[in-house]
């Protein structure tokens, strides 16, 4: 049996209710024992190759667009060196856990997905951009928490844009169902940011296959009804934290979940 | 004298993505601590009682219309006035003060006036004073990586293993 810490109401209000963010809301929704683990808890797990994976590659964009947005554009060959020092370094803060004769083939994986995008990319390189992973954060009515991001790029005339990797190509209803949450704090970000709404939003899938491909999905503006969503989502998450009601949601994503043992011994807490 | 504060509320959900939530609170004095449960018993009882009563009448609930130009706006409006009311700082600056008092920090500490503004009508075609929330983060974070320190890996080939970080999700 674990034990699962007993922690004040008034922590969990200052820690986990002061702000929400899209990732933290989609954990809670899709898993509240996941959430408890991972924000209550804080519990550490070592990354796993694939969240590592897209780190890097969405590090080596980061910098793509940098590039672009001082004037001193980048070519696929000036970032490579680059991205191998990155590749190495990044894991003396946060190790891997990877398995024998993993790493180069990820490495080599997560290049490749670079590269595809540089060669491939709807972004042409002379534009410059309005924003390169900027945090963001704003108030939301009704004492919600405030709402905070990282937006990873916004391209001129406020297209909001989201680097994703992905194992397989996601189809367009689904990503962007799935990706609703996200989207509709930056819209909101963005806005608070800027005084005006986001024109669009893309999501650039890197896609995993043998030959490394990329999906675009176009999403429209914000419409209220999805803010009204969103704002319910957040209330969800205030009531279900406040009342402590981190239970678990058993689902085929159970297989890849890193508490995936813990969640095994637990046996009903917190109360 | 024994001093009970008892709170009921209550939060039901609506059509539309809505709640609404009615709670009372209760203080009252006792004077024998074996009154207590009985005193609780009741108030939690004429509470209950109370709050059913009155969150019964739902008020305004939003139709299917609602949020696209025939309906009540309220929720929206209320995020979109925020954006816009902290949106500026009505002294010519369009950024947070937070970044006003950095910006002109650095450009202070590193006397980088004429750079400062460079840099941001290269990246915004719009003067330093100009720059809204999001183009001004972008501005101090290139400020801080070529003039303050702080070295992204792009602009630190020459040995160092520090990093610019897009910071926690």
Redesign the interface.
């Known amino acids: 049996m674990i034990a699962l810490a007993e922690k004040p109401k008034e922590a969990l209000a200052e820690d986990i209710l002061s702000k929400v963010?899209?990732?933290r809301l989609n954990c809670f929704h899709s898993c509240r024992l996941k959430f408890y683990f991972r924000y209550v808890l804080k519990l550490a797990k070592p990354a796993t190759g694939a969240l590592h994976v897209g780190k890097a590659v969405?590090?080596a964009l980061?910098?793509w667009s940098?590039?672009r947005?001082?004037?001193q554009p980048?070519d696929s060959e000036s970032i490579k060196?680059?991205f191998d020092?990155?590749w190495q370094?990044?894991q003396?803060k946060d190790p891997v856990a990877w398995e024998i004769d993993e790493e180069q083939k990820q490495k080599d994986k997560a290049w490749g997905l670079v590269d595809m995008y540089l060669r491939d990319t709807p972004i042409p390189v002379e534009e410059?951009p309005?924003?390169?992973?900027?945090?963001?954060e704003?108030?939301?009515?009704?004492g919600l928490p405030r709402l905070v991001?990282?937006i990873d790029l916004?391209r001129p005339e406020g297209v909001v844009v989201d680097f994703k990797t992905s194992a397989s190509t996601p189809l367009i209803a689904q990503a962007i169902h799935r990706n609703e949450t996200q989207l509709t704090a930056y819209g909101?970000l963005?806005?608070?940011?800027?005084?005006r709404d986001a024109s669009g939003f893309e999501l650039h899938h890197l896609i995993k296959t043998k030959i490394p491909k990329l999906v675009v999905t176009h999403v429209g503006a914000l419409?209220?009804?999805r803010?009204?969503?969103f704002?319910?989502q957040v209330?969800s998450y205030v009531?279900g934290v406040e009342r402590e009601d981190f239970v678990p949601a058993p689902s085929l994503a159970c297989g890849s979940c890193e508490f995936f043992h813990e969640c095994s011994m637990w046996s009903g807490g917190p109360q | 004298m024994i001093k009970i504060i008892t709170n009921y509320s209550k939060r039901l959900g609506l059509p539309g993505y809505s709640s609404h939530q009615f709670s009372i609170s209760c203080e009252t004095e006792l004077t024998n601590v074996s009154d207590v449960a009985a005193e609780s018993a009741r108030l939690y009882e004429t509470l209950q009682q109370s709050v059913d009563e009155q969150i019964q009448t739902t008020g305004f609930v939003p139709g299917s219309d609602y949020g696209n130009g025939n309906g009540h706006v309220e929720p929206i409006n209320r995020l979109k006035t925020h954006a816009i009311k902290t949106n500026g700082n009505g002294e010519g600056w369009h950024c947070s003060d937070k970044q006003r008092g950095l910006i002109v920090k650095l450009i202070a500490d590193h006397d980088l006036e004429d750079v400062a503004e460079e840099m941001s009508q290269e990246m915004f075609n719009s003067s330093v004073k100009d720059l809204n929330k999001l183009q001004a983060s972008g501005l101090i974070e290139r400020i801080l990586e070529e003039h303050a320190g702080k070295r992204s890996n792009q602009r630190a080939r020459n040995g160092s293993n520090r990093y610019s970080n897009g910071g926690t999700r």
């Open positions: 963010s899209a990732s969405h590090w980061q910098q940098k590039a947005w001082y004037g980048l060196p680059d020092i990155h370094s990044s003396e410059k309005e924003a390169v992973e900027v945090s963001v704003t108030g939301l009515p009704n991001g990282v916004v909101i963005h806005r608070e940011a800027t005084g419409t209220d009804q803010e009204q969503k704002l319910r209330e009531d």
